[in-house]
């Protein structure tokens, strides 16, 4: 069996949790036996992972061009993963003239319309409420779940979000967090201890607008209150294409410091002793928890960050939205070895039980297995995506053959 995944971009695993979770996905269809290709539009960085040598077909694509129609009719997929809903609006129509049998899945990685409506909020200064899901990344995005046979929901609570509010049959829907290793004992025993460790550490790419909200309030409100009870404790942020306007918070008498992007996530998260990530928007699971976690350091975060990351187990630390409480809940860790390692031991807990990929595997392989050989009536009863499919992708499908030709 063939997959092809439409990447939105080359995936950066060294740089973004969005990365990872693409090469996540890419090993599980490898893992339940598919041959897999990754097509994009993107162009490449020094970034990008090479997914040739792991086994992965690539093809550079253009946008607006029938030369991608060729390309997928001679592939011949039976799966189509698009990166992204502005992915599915843009090949969706092809893939689907050219394949109608292919399943075609969409991956969230988080909830965009959330995400805006989460910002929108924010930059009025008001409490998020449903109001703000009326916008119109919302709109395009679960217009895309309904077009696809499968979609992928990273949190339990998007889930939630998605049935309740937007109401979207579960069918149409599958819950796949991360997923990756248990946290092994002998692991355990080979991470630097509470003593061995120093300062504060966040970590996140800056061109995802959610760190930059949080790394400039974490600078604004939170660090100076950390830094009355413990002047000697640097405040250490990593993240993948700073800009002028974040390194200008780069501050070494305040012992704030702003870097770039680390070589290895791990490896500076377990050198600090507490993980902040205050985060004010956002959607979807933190990458940087799931990191902290895994590398035995307690993490101090928000409502917002700690969304579907412990489900009902406690939290591998504190949780705080006002910068008081934050500030205090960290300069607890980072003071009592007792709170430090109770929070290690609830982060291997979170991992083991919530996210092994042994675990989730099984899970997507039967889903994928029951819709191919369910896809007719699993299509016959999506009415509202034979709906959009005659209706809204017209648009989209004209405005690019136009494109096209005026290309030529």
């Known amino acids: 069996m063939r997959a092809l995944i439409l990447g939105n971009v080359w995936p950066e695993p060294v740089s973004s949790a969005a990365g990872t979770r693409i090469m996540q996905l890419l090993k599980m269809l490898q893992n339940v036996g598919f041959e897999v290709h990754f097509a994009c539009a993107a162009g490449k960085t020094p970034l990008s992972e090479d997914l040739e040598s792991q086994n992965v077909s690539t093809k550079e694509i253009k946008l607006n061009d029938a030369s991608f129609d060729a390309y997928l009719s001679e592939l011949n997929p039976d799966l189509v993963l698009f990166d992204k809903f502005v992915i599915e609006e843009q090949y ?24 805006k409506g ?34 992928l929901v990273i949190s339990e609570y998007e889930m939630q979000l998605l049935q309740d509010f937007f109401r979207v049959p579960a069918g149409q829907l599958l819950y796949l967090p991360f997923m990756v290793d248990a946290i ?6 080979n991470w630097k201890s509470f003593k061995d460790r120093k300062h504060f550490v966040t970590i996140g ?28 404790a640097e405040m250490r942020v990593y993240g993948s294409y700073p800009a002028e306007k974040h390194t200008q918070l780069h501050n070494p008498k305040e012992h704030f410091y702003v870097f ?7 490896k500076v998260i377990e050198d600090a002793r507490v993980l902040l990530a205050p985060l004010l928007t956002g959607a979807g699971l933190k990458g940087k928890l799931l990191d902290a976690m895994q590398c035995g350091t307690p993490a101090v975060t928000s409502q917002v960050g700690a969304e579907g990351m412990h489900g009902n187990l406690a939290f591998s630390g504190s949780i705080s939205d006002t910068p008081e409480t934050f500030a ?16 290690q031991t609830k982060g291997v807990k979170i991992i ?15 889903r994928l297995n029951h819709l191919k050989e369910n896809l007719a009536d699993h299509r016959l009863h999506n009415f509202t995506g034979a709906m959009l499919w005659h209706q809204s992708l017209q648009a989209s499908k004209f405005m690019s053959k136009w494109i096209e030709l005026k290309n030529r």
């Open 118 to 151: 989460r910002e929108a909020a924010l930059k009025d200064g008001k409490a998020f409420s449903q109001a703000y899901l009326h916008n119109d990344f919302a709109k395009r995005e679960i217009a895309s779940i309904y077009r696809c046979d499968l979609t």
């Open 352 to 366: 083991n039980s919530r996210f092994q990929a042994e675990f989730w595997q099984p899970v997507f392989a039967e």
């Open 92 to 115: 969706g129509w092809r893939v689907q003239e050219q394949c109608p049998q292919a399943l075609r899945i969409l991956e969230t990685i988080d909830l965009h319309g959330l995400r």
């Open 184 to 189: 092994q004992d002998e692991e355990i025993r």
């Open 205 to 232: 790419n800056f061109r995802h607008e959610p760190n930059w909200f949080s790394v400039r309030y974490l600078k604004t409100e939170i660090w100076p209150l950390i830094r009355r009870q413990l002047p000697e």
């Open 328 to 343: 205090k809940a960290a300069v607890n860790f980072y003071t009592n070895p007792v709170s430090w390692q109770e929070a």
């Open 260 to 266: 770039g992007r680390a070589e290895s996530a791990h």
